[in-house]
């Protein structure tokens, strides 16, 4: 069975960090470039940022450029979102997803997560 383990979310104030995890398992980690997607309430889903089988290629949305840091340990299966500078337009669920990267073009999530509630208060 395959699993996204996403953990980390919560409640910060705007400026402040949290660091989400994903925890891995069911599937061959690193055949799989790993992403972060959130879904805010009365909006879609949207693909934040990616990271390639082995790390060397990351992909940001505009909105969080320069405050998120994706990061994975292949060996750990476990993939991690380092939030900083929080807002509270960030504030969303988060979910972990598994996607194939082929050197070119990002596909659609192959298989999801459970979410992880982050909360941004002003």
């Known amino acids: 069975e395959v699993q996204l383990q996403a953990s980390g979310g919560g409640l910060v104030q705007a400026g402040g960090s949290l660091r989400l995890s994903c925890a891995a398992s069911?599937?061959?980690?690193?055949?799989?470039?790993i992403g972060w997607f959130r879904q805010a309430p009365g909006k879609e889903r949207e693909g934040i940022t990616y990271i390639s089988m082995n790390g060397d290629t990351t992909y940001y949305i505009d909105s969080v450029k320069g405050r998120f840091t994706i990061s994975r340990d292949n060996a750990q299966k476990t993939a991690h979102l380092q939030m900083n500078s929080l807002r509270p337009e960030d504030t969303a669920v988060y979910f972990c997803?598994?996607?194939?990267?082929?050197?070119?073009?990002?596909?659609?999530?192959?298989?999801w997560g459970h979410g992880t509630q982050v909360t941004v208060s002003s």
């Open positions: 997803v598994a996607l194939v990267w082929d050197g070119s073009r990002w596909y659609d999530p192959h298989w």
């Open positions: 069911g599937f061959t980690f690193d055949d799989y470039a």
